[in-house]
């Protein structure tokens, strides 16, 4: 078989044959437009061509190999072909927002001047991609749930006790029976490589530095064997799971994860469909504008093709999701795939967290997936205290952990004081790889670190045993 | 009959002799200067001239020929003298506030990129002139009620459920027995042609697209008769009456409405005065100071006749309207007059809501007029809420909707959640028809389910029974 | 006895020997500096010159009169000094903030475009001199207090009842006996001549043709007498009593109020000491550094001598006032030297309410004095509200009112429904007659009733009888 | 024994010989390095050269006396070398941040312009240096705690009484038994060099001449002894003890402190470890920026030495502090080594309130140590209310102080009327007498009293005794 030419590929460039270069091999993806959790759209747009510019930030590096028959790869192209495909990517003009990026990465503040998760995600404010901002940092709707599970913190004060020796002070915890040297974890978060071109493996690296726990996501833009290949012996991993709506497909995920060695599986429940992530979908439009000037409306232009891409980033990621699970048969079934603790994410009341400890499930993650989801949802933190006050039990069948607006050491101490094993994290994580890789992520955990001891040595408390509602 | 010269109608221009010209037609409006709605001023400042530019937008093109004997209409003007109006018309320069509408109107944003009501308001407050904008979106006093509305919801937080199926979900309800694609109607809102020249039906042909009801004003700019022609044959339209002070006339305008096919009385009781709405009252002043530059007081100048326009646009549509109506009196004779379901839209308290059920009628529309009415009304979400609580009865005995301050499909769900039956909007409608026309309602009622659909998912609705209290 | 020169008066600048000249007229101060409610300071800065100019705007024309006995009246200017007087004021170069005010005047808008008592006070903003409107619009401390006053009426919401008549609808009602259009009067507001040389006579003026009642200041810029033959025959003013220290100047003063024909004393309580009001206190540095410029510490500069000027005006007003008042000695004291109803004005709490009540008074003031006293005092609603919840028989034993922080219709009206026989409105009026004169003051009234029956109508109100706590 | 030259200093630069020149007299530190509370690099910076201008400020002038053995101090250095030293001084270039300073003091405007704490902190902010105002106002975290403790304040709002005889008022009081003229004492606030080359006794000078009582810290930049020599023969001074973690040295401590006349000992147990004072930390960057221009990011810089200098000015001056008092050790052995009274500096919570009673200590002194500890720590007003609510009993066994917040006299009034026995002012002292010396100092106390007593006057209180909870 000979290696393809340009022309060659360039034929086929529409719903009838559809060809792709990615990695200057070439694949006939026709009979897999209509199944691409993205839509059909964005990959004619790049139909007959290189698409590897597009591909690379969002799939994982085998997505190829596992959703596309072998009889689809069409083989290399000729060495030629890649020498101009490379020349042509060498001489694309940079857009605005990457002659942006490009400049602000050379102006980044020194590591050691980072002393708050606040001050990390300025900066990576500046060295992000408008796009990989707004997808990372975007809410539903107007946002607002995005901003109460913060404010809720705000709410809480210290009953701080003096006169107590503190000059030993631990704050070691374990989750799930794993040791983790601070009650925080890595709560999952997609797409890492939008920010860095390490990905996920800059978390997985600093996690393990620093003794904490990564909980990974089924979309990360690594495989989870690529993840766990990065980590280290002895270290500790969870998956988060987005069941497929397809029970084999699912099922076959979760003996992978489970046979790579990974010790949990966090069932994603918060996330069926897409939240209404309005920055995230004006993400290209903003960007258009910037390089193109604005758009205006023409009376007669056809009706936009029944709202494709409505649901912006998230929405392509979740398309084949499970969006009819429930207590009497999801938890069984996976209980009957595998044999890791399984911890419900994205509890969202009382009554659902006394359902899970009815289940028998081994831990719960309050959750309203970082406001990104159903607006007016309630915070985490109000849902923990209500669980304290109304279904105190539920703290001694399983473990409750929390995610959602948290910033500071003190809310991770005020997580803990009202029943929380520990907490999750996850844009200063994403925020912290993009702008400095590993040690960024090490920079997050140390801050939060120190933070914690300072405010538990200062509330009177020498471990996290002594945290408790006051 | 010979036809008039402009100089002979120019002879009448006092309150002795008072003709004007509309559509070429010349009015002897003499006797009618008393009754005017609108008070004598406003007619004798176009006395003995053309009038077609300011009667057109806010008048239905019937309200002369059923406000005016048939002896008053004088007939055509000369061929010489219409074309002598035109070619004025022509010349006359367009004002700053003309001209910037222009320019805007032509950097309206695509349809595709209205992500959600408030955006539509962007564009509608960028296309619409001064006065129209003023009309629409002014409330009474220093527009706090209005601004409440909104934020009363941003008060209630949901409990959402997870782990029910609600891959199959249907926002679809009943109201007074109709078919709703969603949980929400149009609520009466006046004088469209403000915004855009087809007015009402570009509402009408909307919710005929997206199978809502659409509520029509006895204030609407077109006639009752007019709306009906535009709609479909299979929907539903109901009639928000304002009640004249005549009961022949009232019971005139309900039999013909009746007749018309209006499938329900939507009795107005909070607008029997006219609120207080200084940014209606000053816009016409805006303009002048922006076309003409500022006026200064001269401490001689004449005082001002008795407030004449003291209640602005909104004043001189409800002059005539009854204001003695009661329980007792009012409801009876609505029942003697017309078999339609009757819904009392204005309760503003949980005390008026147990007397509508006592009285007997079929439904309560929860309002304070948009905040355009009594400042400090309470908000209409609290009085649901308040329902709920003291007197939960009613809602078992009439059918219970809301209107003001609904900007989100969140909003729609909470409103359901406790207990209404659909949720009226009324300004975005006309800020979408304005902007763009049929596709602009269209494009509401769209972005409405998409995010009703949305919440109720993220809820584990899967349709509006299972929307309750939580 | 001839006639003074200008060189003459000029030897008598000291302590020893102390003389001014007010309207071409000579008087020997040296005695009086002392007694001076202002300090000595002010008068020895114009000691020997011609002091009308500071003079005129806080004193009452018959001040010297009374004051002063006869012997230190020396006697008039020469002609030619008064030349020299008058020309030498011409020549005066008008201060920046003069210039200010003058062209502001000539930029007021027509009486007929205010709508609004806010649009009322940013006209007076614009043309009082800035000593004026700091004295009238400061309050104590941060003026938390004022803002508090107002921001008390935010937070009660009406429940409007619909379906009632009130096409007739009356808002007036009596106080004390005497008729008033509607339920508000005049709070005693000091030194109207500051904004406008008619000072409180326009306020007067305006009263008697709006039929409602002026409580006069024994600080006003005009004497009782001075207002009284300004007044109606059948109008009604009361009298707001600052007691002097000294019972038998007090007596004097009571008794010939009561003789002039005022109807009630308004004994003030909350005001025996200044308040600290800075903006007042900063407005001479304000403007002399708009005209020199700013000041410098020197680090060897003298003390400032004893605080002198630190209360500003209010501070020189009341310095010789009764600072010992007791229920027990002071209420007896008055009834016997008076036949005319006793009002307590300054009442900022329950308790002193039901001592008011228990001493036979005729009614209650609940004021903090517009927030111009006690920083974190009440706000008067709050007041109304806690007395209407703790102690409502006080309703029955005496008329109730308050003042502070009105500013709409419906603030009158919520005062009314919770209880208030009438409310009192002192700044309003104060810049409507610095700005407009007669006319300003009528208009505010004109707006207020406008409001009021708006109001009253919306919420299916006929009368004040009408208006309860809901 | 020879004078040393700077070449033979210049030789004494590193970790294994490290001499440094303070007031031209050479001192040997290599062994002090480790023990150096400031840490070694900070020495090592200046190591073989002149540090007086660095040391000057932050440590009293006998602490080379006290930390160092005889045999380092190595004698003078040759008159030509002081006077090289001299000349570089005065060659050294003004940084941008001096030369503002120089300028703002020369506009500082006349002490009798300020008016208010909030005047005298606006100019301290003008003429302080960046570094010293960082270190006087920073406060933990986002300083949400520092803002609560004045925002407490705003919560409580007074019930005025009238007709009470107030023209003799009297605010004074006493502490553990010593004269107060005002419930006011000054709280230890450390390092007052910063701000004015006198430092603390520009305090102590300014409470002799208003008779108020002074706190002095462990931490201040002149020794106890020397603050004592300032004072007045009668003046009370009291002790602020940061305690050594090593009991003999505290002892020694305490003993001094005692034998030098010092009337009380404020034990601070809320300061245990530094809180998390970023603008304190980074106000060297943002000096070395304002000059130098921004540091970028280098990928392969080396890491940052251990979190060195991460606690900022704080953790310098507490590194050797006991980390683990507790009730049953610390009390009794401060008992046993002193017979001074004893408060407990630091109480956050009603606990640890009832905990010191029955540890029979004299006092406790309410205090998040101005909210630059933990951040999130109750406001110490709320603390006080809530003991009154629930343990009111503690102020029958001891006196009860709080500090931080306080802006003006009703806040001191305020806290009294609620059981505290008086307040402590901190940083308004610091920033005070940077501003002017002891006049400034002198000012603040003249405020103060004057708008308690007006307050007390406003509200019906002759006397402290009159202060009650309303």
Redesign the interface.
Same mark, same amino acid.
């Given at each position: 078989m000979s290696n393809w030419s340009l022309s060659q590929v360039a034929q086929h460039k529409s719903t009838d044959s559809c060809w792709v270069i990615i990695h200057n091999h070439v694949y006939d993806v026709t009979d897999f437009l209509k199944e691409h959790p993205g839509g059909p759209e964005i990959i004619l747009k790049y139909a007959g061509q290189d698409a590897t510019g597009v591909y690379d930030p969002i799939h994982p590096p085998d997505a190829l190999q596992k959703n596309l028959p072998q009889s689809k790869h069409l083989g290399p192209i000729a060495n030629d072909a890649a020498a101009q495909i490379e020349e042509a990517n060498q001489n694309i003009r940079q857009t605005k927002d990457e002659l942006r990026v490009v400049q602000a990465r050379?102006? /980044?503040? =020194?590591? #050691?001047?980072i002393?708050?998760l606040a001050d990390m995600q300025n900066v990576a404010k500046q060295v992000l991609s408008h796009k990989a901002f707004a997808y990372y940092s975007s809410a539903s709707?107007?946002e607002?749930t995005n901003q109460?599970n913060a404010r809720a913190f705000?709410r809480?004060?210290?009953?701080?006790?003096? /006169?107590? =020796?503190? #000059?030993q002070c631990d704050p070691s915890t374990t989750i799930l029976g794993s040791f983790s040297s601070i009650p925080v974890f890595v709560s999952g978060a997609a797409l890492a490589k939008l920010g860095h071109p390490d990905g996920e493996v800059n978390i997985t690296r600093g996690c393990a530095q620093e003794r904490i726990i990564q909980m990974v996501s089924s979309n990360a833009s690594l495989s989870p064997n690529a993840i766990m290949e990065a980590a280290d012996q002895s270290q500790t991993l969870f998956f988060q799971l987005y069941k497929h709506r397809n029970d084999e497909i699912a099922e076959k995920r979760v003996k992978e994860v489970e046979k790579l060695g990974y010790k949990a599986i966090f069932l994603t429940?918060?996330a069926?469909?897409?939240?209404?992530r309005?920055r995230d979908?004006?993400s290209p439009?903003v960007l258009d504008e910037q390089e193109y000037g604005?758009?205006?409306?023409?009376p007669d232009?056809p009706k936009?093709p029944a709202?494709a891409n409505?649901f912006g980033t998230a929405g392509a990621l979740i398309a084949n999701d499970d969006?009819?699970?429930?207590?009497e048969k999801?938890i069984p079934w996976l209980r009957s795939v595998s044999k890791l603790p399984i911890v419900?994410k994205?509890?969202?009341?009382v009554?659902?967290a006394v359902?899970a400890a009815q289940a028998g499930v081994d831990g719960i993650l309050l959750s309203?997936h970082g406001g990104r989801?159903?607006?007016?949802?309630?915070p985490p933190l109000e849902v923990l205290y209500a669980i304290r006050a109304e279904a105190p039990d539920v703290f001694n069948k399983l473990e409750v952990y929390i995610d959602g607006g948290i910033q500071?050491g003190?809310d991770v101490v005020?997580a803990v004081c009202l029943g929380a094993r520990a907490v999750g994290l996850g844009r200063p994580f994403l925020y912290a790889q993009s702008a400095?890789g590993v040690e960024g992520v090490v920079k997050i955990i140390?801050i939060l670190r120190?933070?914690i001891i300072?405010?538990m040595?200062?509330?009177g408390a020498a471990s996290v045993h002594d945290l408790s509602p006051?």
């Amino acid at each position: 078989m000979s290696n393809w030419s340009l022309s060659q590929v360039a034929q086929h460039k529409s719903t009838d044959s559809c060809w792709v270069i990615i990695h200057n091999h070439v694949y006939d993806v026709t009979d897999f437009l209509k199944e691409h959790p993205g839509g059909p759209e964005i990959i004619l747009k790049y139909a007959g061509q290189d698409a590897t510019g597009v591909y690379d930030p969002i799939h994982p590096p085998d997505a190829l190999q596992k959703n596309l028959p072998q009889s689809k790869h069409l083989g290399p192209i000729a060495n030629d072909a890649a020498a101009q495909i490379e020349e042509a990517n060498q001489n694309i003009r940079q857009t605005k927002d990457e002659l942006r990026v490009v400049q602000a990465r050379q102006k /980044m503040p =020194p590591l #050691s001047r980072i002393l708050s998760l606040a001050d990390m995600q300025n900066v990576a404010k500046q060295v992000l991609s408008h796009k990989a901002f707004a997808y990372y940092s975007s809410a539903s709707d107007d946002e607002i749930t995005n901003q109460e599970n913060a404010r809720a913190f705000t709410r809480f004060f210290f009953k701080a006790r003096v /006169m107590r =020796p503190v #000059s030993q002070c631990d704050p070691s915890t374990t989750i799930l029976g794993s040791f983790s040297s601070i009650p925080v974890f890595v709560s999952g978060a997609a797409l890492a490589k939008l920010g860095h071109p390490d990905g996920e493996v800059n978390i997985t690296r600093g996690c393990a530095q620093e003794r904490i726990i990564q909980m990974v996501s089924s979309n990360a833009s690594l495989s989870p064997n690529a993840i766990m290949e990065a980590a280290d012996q002895s270290q500790t991993l969870f998956f988060q799971l987005y069941k497929h709506r397809n029970d084999e497909i699912a099922e076959k995920r979760v003996k992978e994860v489970e046979k790579l060695g990974y010790k949990a599986i966090f069932l994603t429940v918060d996330a069926i469909v897409a939240g209404n992530r309005e920055r995230d979908i004006r993400s290209p439009w903003v960007l258009d504008e910037q390089e193109y000037g604005p758009v205006y409306h023409q009376p007669d232009e056809p009706k936009t093709p029944a709202d494709a891409n409505i649901f912006g980033t998230a929405g392509a990621l979740i398309a084949n999701d499970d969006r009819d699970m429930t207590w009497e048969k999801t938890i069984p079934w996976l209980r009957s795939v595998s044999k890791l603790p399984i911890v419900i994410k994205g509890i969202q009341c009382v009554e659902d967290a006394v359902l899970a400890a009815q289940a028998g499930v081994d831990g719960i993650l309050l959750s309203n997936h970082g406001g990104r989801q159903l607006e007016y949802s309630l915070p985490p933190l109000e849902v923990l205290y209500a669980i304290r006050a109304e279904a105190p039990d539920v703290f001694n069948k399983l473990e409750v952990y929390i995610d959602g607006g948290i910033q500071r050491g003190t809310d991770v101490v005020k997580a803990v004081c009202l029943g929380a094993r520990a907490v999750g994290l996850g844009r200063p994580f994403l925020y912290a790889q993009s702008a400095y890789g590993v040690e960024g992520v090490v920079k997050i955990i140390e801050i939060l670190r120190r933070e914690i001891i300072t405010a538990m040595r200062l509330m009177g408390a020498a471990s996290v045993h002594d945290l408790s509602p006051n």
